[in-house]
């Protein structure tokens, strides 16, 4: 198997924290394990310069098959998963790795097709990204789609939302749908349980957005309407006629007030 491992101990150069958006004095972060799967040698040791001075333990595998075992193997914090790979493609290895982990995964391809980007998140990614990415860019997304999944709910949130045959439990990060767990990705649990806090009141894309991704987005992406696509499916929810999940038209979406 074809892996490269790194440690992250090499102190980043001035040149590097500025391009990586950290003040000149920053101390590198805890050591989080990510995991690339890319074909392509040199983009996995140049995204592991980039990551490796702030505090992030990078591996990497160059097949699909490599990739699925390890990251079914081993305990990682994200996943950056690429499209195009050699014995089985980046979707298919989402697919199967959806079956058993909710680790946050990040999708790029060198071809960028909205296609595929629609495809990759409805399959289980939490975020996309093409491969002519800015290392501040891909340092913030790898942060938002982490932060996602570790949120945990404190001691003065509600344990459990009850809408009709759907209980939410954020201290859990669970849902039950007719008594029977649902299998959600970090961002879609994250956008139910906003939704579900908020029924009967109207959340704009750009809320939503700002609150399940604790970053910035373009105002033209509207990769949210996709996990809201797939939400919906997993609820159960008629596209015409939704039970649970309301679309206000040029304005957002609201969960139902049963």
Same mark, same amino acid.
């Given at each position: 198997?074809?892996?490269?491992?790194?440690?992250?101990?090499?102190?980043?150069?001035?040149?590097?924290?500025?391009?990586?958006?950290?003040?000149?004095?920053?101390?590198?972060?805890?050591?989080?394990?990510?995991?690339?799967?890319?074909?392509?040698?040199?983009?996995?040791?140049?995204?592991?310069?980039?990551?490796?001075?702030?505090?992030?333990?990078?591996? +990497?595998? =160059?097949?699909?098959?490599?990739?699925?075992?390890?990251?079914?193997?081993?305990?990682?914090?994200?996943?950056?998963?690429?499209?195009?790979?050699?014995?089985?493609?980046?979707?298919?290895?989402?697919?199967?790795?959806?079956?058993?982990?909710?680790?946050?995964?990040?999708?790029?391809?060198?071809?960028?097709?909205?296609?595929?980007?629609?495809?990759?998140?409805?399959?289980? +990614?939490?975020?996309?990204?093409?491969?002519?990415?800015?290392? %501040?860019?891909?340092?913030?997304?790898?942060?938002?789609?982490?932060?996602?999944?570790?949120?945990?709910?404190?001691?003065?949130?509600?344990?459990?939302?009850?809408?009709?045959?759907?209980?939410?439990?954020?201290?859990?990060?669970?849902?039950?749908?007719?008594?029977?767990?649902?299998?959600?990705?970090?961002?879609?649990?994250?956008?139910?349980?906003?939704?579900?806090?908020?029924?009967?009141?109207?959340?704009?894309?750009?809320?939503?957005?700002?609150?399940?991704?604790?970053?910035?987005?373009?105002?033209?992406? %509207?990769?949210?309407?996709? =996990?809201?696509?797939?939400?919906?499916?997993?609820?159960?929810?008629?596209?015409?006629?939704?039970?649970?999940?309301?679309?206000?038209?040029?304005?957002?979406?609201?969960?139902?007030?049963?």
């Amino acid at each position: 198997m074809a892996i490269e491992r790194t440690l992250g101990q090499n102190p980043p150069s001035p040149t590097l924290r500025v391009a990586l958006g950290m003040a000149p004095n920053q101390a590198p972060t805890q050591a989080s394990r990510v995991l690339i799967i890319d074909d392509d040698p040199k983009l996995c040791r140049l995204i592991q310069d980039y990551l490796e001075p702030v505090g992030y333990a990078v591996e +990497a595998a =160059h097949t699909g098959p490599d990739g699925l075992e390890l990251a079914k193997a081993n305990d990682y914090q994200a996943v950056i998963l690429d499209v195009m790979l050699p014995g089985m493609d980046g979707f298919e290895v989402l697919k199967q790795l959806r079956q058993e982990t909710d680790v946050p995964v990040l999708m790029f391809t060198a071809r960028g097709d909205e296609a595929d980007r629609i495809v990759g998140l409805e399959v289980g +990614a939490d975020d996309y990204m093409p491969k002519s990415f800015s290392p %501040r860019e891909l340092l913030a997304r790898l942060r938002a789609v982490t932060r996602r999944a570790t949120t945990q709910a404190t001691p003065k949130e509600e344990t459990e939302i009850v809408i009709d045959n759907l209980r939410v439990m954020a201290s859990s990060r669970t849902a039950v749908l007719d008594d029977q767990p649902m299998t959600l990705t970090p961002l879609e649990f994250d956008l139910l349980l906003c939704l579900a806090r908020a029924r009967g009141r109207v959340k704009s894309r750009e809320q939503l957005l700002d609150e399940v991704g604790g970053r910035n987005y373009d105002v033209f992406d %509207r990769s949210i309407d996709v =996990h809201i696509s797939s939400l919906r499916r997993k609820l159960g929810d008629p596209p015409k006629t939704p039970k649970f999940i309301k679309t206000v038209r040029s304005v957002g979406y609201m969960m139902a007030n049963l």
